[in-house]
């Protein structure tokens, strides 16, 4: 068995879309359940709210399109907090489709872009070392 994942084996789908067949193994990788879905509704598999940012990032992020580098790379250490949780995801992509399940209004910024990435090994870029003025 490959060790690589295909790319089309994770998606991603808001928690207000309605579930596919498609979708595979469903997780909502979210740490609050989202607002106004039932859970019968869901149609989910798992739910690994363990992956999720923490309060304070999710917090300190906001959403906020100027914080998204940053959000990535902190986000990022605290997912590699979480090797085991990982693993089993990989195993699951290696398998078939696993969709992650998210509530965040904006597709693009958002925690399961960086889940899917993480998984996919395609790590954020590392950050940019604040260099001090020349005098």
């Known amino acids: 068995m490959s060790k690589r994942i295909k790319a089309g084996n994770i998606r991603l789908k808001r928690s207000y879309a309605q579930p ?4 595979g193994t469903r ?3 979210d740490r609050l359940w989202p607002r106004g ?3 019968v509704d869901a149609a989910l598999d798992q739910w690994a709210k363990n992956l999720a940012p923490s309060t304070e990032l999710r ?3 906001g959403h906020d399109p100027l914080r998204w580098q940053e959000f990535r790379c902190r986000y990022t250490e605290e997912l590699q907090k979480q090797p085991e949780q990982l693993k089993h995801l990989r195993a699951l992509a290696r398998q078939g489709v696993i969709t992650l399940v998210f509530s965040a209004h904006d ?3 958002n925690d399961a872009v960086v889940l899917r990435d993480i998984l996919l090994g395609r790590p954020a870029r590392p950050r940019r070392e604040a260099t001090a003025p020349e005098a």
């Open 37 to 39: 879905v039932r859970k």
């Open 59 to 61: 917090k300190w992020f």
């Open 20 to 23: 596919s067949r498609d979708d």
């Open 107 to 109: 597709e693009i910024r």
């Open 27 to 29: 997780i909502l990788i």
